[in-house]
């Protein structure tokens, strides 16, 4: 027997998904958001952060989409989440490491157009130095970050 991938499973529910919320206006269509229409915010739970919740909510249970902009300069400390997500760069340089404490030397580069999965409760860390920087993040809610250090966790 075949047994589809978190990812699959995932990406599977998020059509699915896309599909029944606007199932009463436009059953021939998928979701469509252009641009203009995608609202930001500042992101609740991670001050200086801005957030557009573009599908689902992840405070809520079920699969969401997320975009998160990120300022020049930001450093996130090492931290997991209880969600298999995927990450997709949508502008800027995004630099990502594995393991439980912040390292420089472990960054990896994404400029724009990159693409990678995050296993959950896999401890990184992440650092925007060149300028801002947007993601766009697909998991199952509802979501959390758990600081390695609980020290490091954002306040308000």
């Known amino acids: 027997m075949n ?24 059953p021939e269509s998928g979701l469509m958001l252009p641009t203009d229409q995608i609202e930001w915010a500042d992101n609740p739970r991670v001050p200086g952060l801005g957030l557009a919740k573009v599908l689902g909510d992840a405070k809520e249970p079920g699969p969401f989409v997320h975009r998160v902009q990120f300022p020049k300069g930001r450093i996130v400390q090492a931290h997991s989440h209880p969600d298999d997500r995927t990450y997709t760069v949508l502008s800027g340089t995004w630099y990502i490491g594995w393991g439980d404490k912040y390292d420089p030397e472990k960054l990896t580069a994404l400029p724009a157009g990159s693409f990678y999965t995050e296993p959950a409760g896999v401890p990184h860390f992440i650092a925007t130095p060149d300028g ?8 199952t809610g509802p979501t959390a970050a758990t600081f390695v250090d609980p020290a490091h966790a954002p306040t308000k």
């Open 3 to 26: 047994q589809c991938s978190p990812v699959m499973l995932l990406s599977a529910a998020l059509v699915l998904s896309a599909a029944g919320a606007i199932a009463g206006d436009s």
């Open 132 to 139: 801002d920087t947007v993601v766009q993040i697909t998991g």
